[in-house]
């Protein structure tokens, strides 16, 4: 498929799309800032190239998985993308996951910027794509910014979107150029061994209530420490690794049935377990299953 061209940005909100349109409350470079929420699978981004822009994108739920100019991008909640212009990119051919995503365009001026902000958008446009760790203060501006009741469109609104979302991009510029020189652990090192008791235990059901006794901590602090290290919550984490789980068998065992894959991984019914799986994948189980072989002669 042909990519498609444009500097255009599309605007339109919808129930799971929240857009501000920040270049027309005068605030360029910066140009639009968004949020997906997919309550379910939706179809692949086709692909895009732009001229002048630069997108940045940041799963919050789920990975993504990106394909910049012919190669595959994985970008992992907790980490952003960023698309310069000139590259084509694109969410590949696969269905996009139910999940959440933000996502930042920026416009690149001149090329000799004067300011703090016009010179982080020149390091982002100057390419080449790159994914790194996002910062938490990061994710605490944008949501502040989504946050901002858009029915006041006067200039101490603008002046707030503008300094949130300028103190965004410089927090990227930081993290990114700092990426390499870090020894910080990743948040999920904290969380490790019960990552580890969730992967050995995939095949039993599976509660907060339940992860926070085998964490040894509280339900209420379990949830944020979780939250926090994962960038999602546990019951949709443990649904997440048990639908990969169930994805992987039906790819390649064409003899495991639908009902066999659900109840192997917890799941109360076979009718439960499919209206989850297509919720997340945008497909029926039964459709990843290969067609059996016929026996050799």
Known sequence: ???????????????????????????????ALGRYRYLHANEPLPPF?????????????????????????????GQVICLPPGCTYSTGRDIQPRGELFWLILKAVGKRPKD???KAIALFAAGPSDVWEMPTAVVA?????????????????????????????????????????????????????????????LTEPLDAAGLSAAAGLSP???????????????????????????????????QATVTEVAHALGFSSSQYFATVFRRYHGTSPSRIRPAAQPPAR
């Open 49 to 77: 190239r732009h001229a002048s822009l630069v997108v940045l994108a940041a799963p919050r739920r789920g990975p993504v998985a990106f394909e910049v100019d012919g190669r595959p991008r994985a970008v992992s909640p």
């Open 220 to 254: 209420s602090r379990f949830y944020e420490v979780f939250r926090q290290a994962t960038w999602t919550t546990p019951k949709d984490y443990v649904l997440r690794r048990k639908l990969e789980r169930a994805l992987e068998r039906l790819a390649t065992d064409p």
């Open 1 to 31: 498929m042909a990519a498609i061209t444009s500097d255009r940005i599309d605007l339109a909100v919808t129930p799971e799309r929240v857009v501000l349109d920040l270049a027309g409350r005068g605030l360029a470079p910066l140009m």
């Open 141 to 201: 501006d944008l949501d502040r910014a989504l946050g901002i009741d858009q029915e006041h469109d006067d200039w101490i609104t603008g002046g707030q979107l503008q300094h949130m979302v300028s103190a965004a991009v410089l927090g990227l510029a930081r993290a990114r150029a700092q990426r390499h020189t870090s020894a910080q652990p990743a948040p999920q090192d904290g969380l490790a061994p019960i990552l580890e008791w969730i992967e050995a235990h």
């Open 116 to 118: 703090a902000l016009s």
